[in-house]
């Protein structure tokens, strides 16, 4: 232990003090000894470093920062060092607010285009989304302080993600769900893992043995600090024990006794706390330095600047029939659409950036050189239907060359805590393309959301630019590509496949009561719909630009593979090369090609250079779930370059060692996987593939409601309070959504209705503790007198126990 000198001068009051915050957003400070209080602040795009730290529940505005593009944008750059030169920005932001720990990058996979958070997340491939999170590491930990990979793992879903239990297989957590967590771990070198909310077959994740300890500890040899997702500690003794070093937000010490009692009652050797104090001490007094060292103010416009080349690069065109961009010279537009006046630039929840400037399109488009002739709104934003700004639209519409139309998704749909319920955007938008083709085709639609939507109205338009979530000063970013300034260079790290109903987990997503169940497997994304031969709208990796590349001369060596790429077009341009492999064998099911490389290119017109991807440890991998290991198996594979995971322009084959080990599967009970038609997988090869028997997925309507049992479970309690509360937030939410006030009616959704009753305690900082909690427990389960009275009782105990007790930071021990 490094710090072993310093820690036996510790109470063991005061170790278990450190395992848990000090409130909302820091940690328990010991100034005896010399030991501050970190300070852990969202998030992944943008600092959001509450005005009042003791805000109990998080929900402040953050102090003005940087409001960079989210993941789900920047991973269209598929520039890694772009990504980590954002991180070098947020970091540097980071340590001029004196925070020591970004909550941030998030790197769950997009398993279905409705998770609420996948505008946080990068894509639906983890070789992709590591290498996206490693570069964003790297550039945060640049500046001392340390970033924090999140939400470790298997948190696909939103709704109810403080209690489903995810049902999937070894071999797909290893290879689809951990693989970018294992980059991050391995080749960012995280200093910080936070556990997420869920369950992982049957344990949650922050108490899971083999995720935790196996995995994490043991073959990624990580050695930082893992914190719980904010009111995602379970059970704080089990956490300990698999290795969690500190709990957020406070529980006001309640946990801390918790520790102190295993200790003495031996359930948890002191010398684990000891370690995770030491690991803990490690990232305080290495994260302090930063800051100490360096106070800037950082330069606010430059942020800006690169905020505004990060959406530039990131920003993805889709369709341009017939060259209709870039905007020639001299053509006269309408602008049209809501979004132009208020663009959406993030997402809703715990990353809400507070931004430091706001580009606005229609103040913008002087300096494009694109000739506006007007603007209209065409729609309301949040889905009403009013015919006169159609109306008004398709005047103002009639009189342009080119419409530029603003379309996408409002804040409130793209929201942590909800997942979408269609994929659709809204209805009421599709009705203005309608009219608008008919007075005017030539229309270029402007999107803006951070995740797949369908595109029944694609014929309509003839150009369409997907900005994605650009930040701050996506805007601005979107003008300089339709002019022209920018050639876009952004490629889909996400398939937009045709309509909702083909999406691989279709029939399992999201779970609504206990589990959910991962039976897709490996085939999420274009793994699913390459392999089962399922035609998409945009695949993985799809994105045009105003040039051409041509790519010839493919050699591959055991190195990797070399080409030859040349810019046949008039503009310079970037392209992005992308290396899938493809195993030959069918004794193994696989995908038909998975993503193991890729690059970005600056080439010139007319220019030709040579690319070289190189292979890597993960390149012919499988997890073999027999032999419990990463193996390589004997076979010829396809070596593939593609300009898309659908446009293949060379191919090579190549016949590669094996590593020997036996054959995993027994192919005649796993059918749809090996024809990799998994949309409808039986319970029965499920279970032949997961082996064992999967949970019963429905709540047991007849048990009493205990601790990790949600609010919405109060629909069946035995006591009548409590259904009444559950028909009040039911009735609480339905009244917002009417009156238009959706964000509070989500609010009521992810704090109330899918919170567990533990969250009541474990959220509050103090102000219910357990013991109260099993008193309104009572209550739900029909005793609400004997209830009652233990609420009240117990109130009085606490109250007391706090008015003896002086916090530890101020000198002194605290009493037990
Ligand atoms: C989110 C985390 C976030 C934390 C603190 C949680 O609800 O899931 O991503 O970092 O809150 O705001």
């Known amino acids: 232990m490094k710090y072993k000198d310093l820690i036996e001068k510790m109470t063991l009051e005061e170790k278990a003090s450190?395992?848990?915050?000090?409130?909302?957003?820091?940690?328990?400070?010991?100034?005896?000894?010399?030991?501050?209080?970190?300070?852990?602040?969202?998030?992944?795009?943008?600092?959001?470093?509450?005005?009042v730290a003791s805000d109990k529940v998080g929900l402040n505005e953050g102090i003005p920062a940087t409001?960079?593009?989210?993941?789900?944008?920047?991973?269209?750059?598929?520039?890694?060092?772009?990504?980590?030169?954002?991180?070098?920005?947020?970091?540097?932001?980071?340590?001029?607010?004196?925070?020591?720990?970004?909550?941030?990058?998030?790197?769950?996979?997009?398993?279905?285009?409705?998770?609420?958070?996948?505008?946080?997340?990068?894509?639906?491939?983890?070789y992709l989304a590591g290498k996206m999170a490693a570069g964003y590491i790297r550039g945060v930990q640049s500046h001392g302080i340390s970033a924090c990979v999140k939400h470790f793992a298997v948190n696909n879903q939103e709704e109810r993600r403080m209690a489903i239990d995810t049902i999937v297989d070894e071999r797909t957590l290893r290879e689809i769900y951990l693989t970018a967590f294992e980059i991050a771990v391995k080749e960012g070198k995280t200093k910080t893992v936070m556990t997420s909310y869920n369950k992982l077959n049957g344990t949650y994740t922050n108490e899971n043995m083999h995720l935790m300890q196996d995995i994490l500890r043991g073959e990624w040899d990580y050695g930082g600090v893992v914190v719980t997702d904010w009111g995602g500690?379970?059970?704080?003794?089990?956490?300990?024990?698999?290795?969690?070093?500190?709990?957020?937000?406070?529980?006001?010490?309640?946990?801390?006794?918790?520790?102190?009692?295993?200790?003495?009652?031996?359930?948890?050797?002191?010398?684990?706390?000891?370690?995770?104090?030491?690991?803990?001490?490690?990232?305080?007094?290495?994260?302090?330095?930063?800051?100490?060292?360096?106070?800037?103010?950082?330069?606010?416009?430059?942020?800006?600047?690169?905020?505004?080349?990060?959406?530039?690069?990131?920003?993805?065109?889709?369709?341009?029939?017939?060259?209709?961009?870039?905007?020639?010279?001299?053509?006269?537009?309408a602008v049209i659409g809501d979004f132009a006046k208020d663009a959406r630039y993030q997402g809703a929840g715990s990353s809400i950036v507070n931004p430091t400037i706001l580009d606005h399109t229609l103040n913008c488009f002087e300096e494009s050189g694109i000739i506006s002739i007007g603007f209209e709104s065409g729609f309301e934003r949040y889905g009403k239907k009013n015919i006169e700004k159609i109306n008004n639209a398709c005047t103002l519409a009639e009189k342009a060359d080119v419409v530029l139309l603003y379309i996408g998704l409002d804040e409130v749909t793209e929201a942590e805590g909800l997942d979408r319920q269609s994929m659709r955007i809204p209805e009421n938008q599709i009705e203005l393309l309608d009219a608008l083709y008919k007075v005017n085709p030539n229309i270029v639609a402007i999107l803006s959301c951070g995740s797949a939507v369908e595109m029944p109205w694609l014929d309509k338009v003839k150009g369409l630019l997907h900005g994605y979530l650009g930040g701050q000063a996506g805007a601005r970013s979107i003008l300089r590509v339709l002019s022209g300034?920018?050639?876009?260079?952004?490629?889909?790290?996400?398939?937009?496949?045709?309509?909702?109903?083909?999406?691989?987990?279709?029939?399992?997503?999201?779970?609504?009561?206990?589990?959910?169940?991962?039976?897709?497997?490996?085939?999420?994304?274009?793994?699913?719909?390459?392999?089962?031969?399922?035609?998409?709208?945009?695949?993985?990796?799809?994105?045009?630009?105003?040039?051409?590349f041509e790519y010839s001369d493919i050699e591959v060596s055991k190195y990797?593979?070399?080409?030859?790429?040349?810019?046949?077009?008039?503009?310079?341009?970037?392209?992005?090369?992308?290396?899938?492999i493809g195993c030959k064998s069918n004794e193994i099911f696989r995908p038909n090609?998975?993503?193991?490389?890729?690059?970005?290119?600056?080439?010139?017109?007319?220019?030709?250079?040579?690319?070289?991807?190189?292979?890597?440890?993960?390149?012919?991998?499988?997890?073999?779930?027999?032999?419990?290991?990463?193996?390589?198996?004997?076979?010829?594979?396809?070596?593939?370059?593609?300009?898309?995971?659908?446009?293949?322009?060379?191919?090579?084959?190549?016949?590669?060692?094996?590593?020997?080990?036996?054959?995993?599967?027994?192919?005649?009970?796993?059918?749809?996987?090996?024809?990799?038609?998994?949309?409808?997988v039986g319970l029965e090869e499920f279970e032949s593939l997961i082996g064992y028997k999967v949970p019963v997925p429905t709540w047991d309507r007849t048990q009493p409601l205990g601790y990790n049992d949600t609010i919405a479970q109060c629909q069946y309690a035995k006591g009548g309070f409590a259904r009444l509360a559950y028909h009040a937030i039911v009735f609480a939410h339905r009244f917002f959504r009417k009156i238009g006030k959706r964000d509070t009616a989500n609010l009521i959704m992810m704090s109330f209705y899918h919170m567990p009753f533990r969250g009541i305690a474990r959220m509050t900082g103090g102000v219910v503790n357990m013991p109260m909690l099993d008193g309104i427990l009572m209550i739900a389960n029909g005793h609400f007198f004997k209830g009652l009275i233990h609420v009240l009782k117990e109130r009085r105990k606490m109250l007391r126990n706090h008015n003896s007790v002086k916090p530890i930071g101020i000198g002194s021990r605290k009493k037990i």
């Not at 409130?23 to 970190?38: A, E, H, K, V």
């Not at 920018?486 to 609504?512: C, I, M, R, W």
């Not at 008039?570 to 290396?579: C, D, F, K, T, Y």
């Open 560 to 580: 990797g593979v070399t080409f030859k790429l040349t810019n046949a077009g008039r503009v310079a341009g970037m392209e992005i090369p992308q290396l899938y």
């Open 593 to 680: 090609k998975e993503l193991k490389g890729f690059t970005k290119i600056f080439i010139n017109a007319g220019e030709t250079k040579t690319v070289m991807i190189p292979f890597d440890e993960k390149t012919f991998r499988y997890f073999n779930v027999k032999t419990n290991k990463w193996e390589i198996e004997a076979a010829e594979y396809d070596i593939i370059i593609g300009a898309s995971s659908a446009d293949i322009r060379l191919t090579a084959t190549m016949f590669v060692e094996g590593t020997g080990a036996p054959i995993p599967y027994d192919k005649h009970k796993l059918p749809s996987y090996y024809s990799g038609r998994v949309n409808d």
């Open 233 to 333: 500690s379970n059970d704080r003794v089990a956490g300990l024990l698999a290795g969690n070093e500190l709990e957020m937000p406070t529980t006001a010490g309640e946990t801390d006794q918790e520790i102190i009692q295993a200790i003495h009652n031996g359930k948890i050797k002191e010398e684990v706390l000891d370690e995770s104090v030491d690991r803990l001490l490690e990232l305080i007094f290495t994260t302090e330095e930063a800051y100490k060292k360096l106070h800037v103010e950082f330069d606010v416009e430059r942020h800006h600047r690169v905020a505004q080349k990060a959406a530039e690069e990131s920003i993805v065109l889709l369709k341009n029939e017939g060259n209709i961009l870039p905007l020639k010279f001299g053509k006269k537009v």
């Open 18 to 51: 450190l395992m848990s915050g000090k409130d909302f957003w820091t940690t328990q400070n010991i100034d005896r000894l010399g030991i501050s209080s970190m300070f852990l602040a969202d998030g992944p795009h943008g600092i959001r470093k509450q005005a």
């Open 67 to 126: 409001c960079f593009p989210t993941a789900a944008t920047v991973a269209n750059s598929w520039n890694v060092e772009l990504g980590e030169k954002i991180g070098e920005y947020l970091g540097e932001e980071a340590v001029a607010q004196k925070v020591n720990v970004l909550l941030g990058p998030g790197v769950n996979m997009k398993r279905n285009p409705l998770c609420g958070r996948n505008f946080e997340y990068f894509s639906e491939d983890p």
């Open 485 to 548: 300034d920018v050639n876009p260079s952004g490629k889909l790290a996400e398939t937009y496949p045709l309509q909702y109903v083909d999406t691989p987990s279709l029939l399992h997503f999201s779970g609504k009561e206990v589990s959910v169940e991962y039976r897709e497997g490996i085939f999420i994304g274009y793994r699913y719909y390459d392999t089962a031969n399922i035609g998409v709208q945009f695949p993985f990796g799809f994105g045009l630009s105003y040039t051409t």
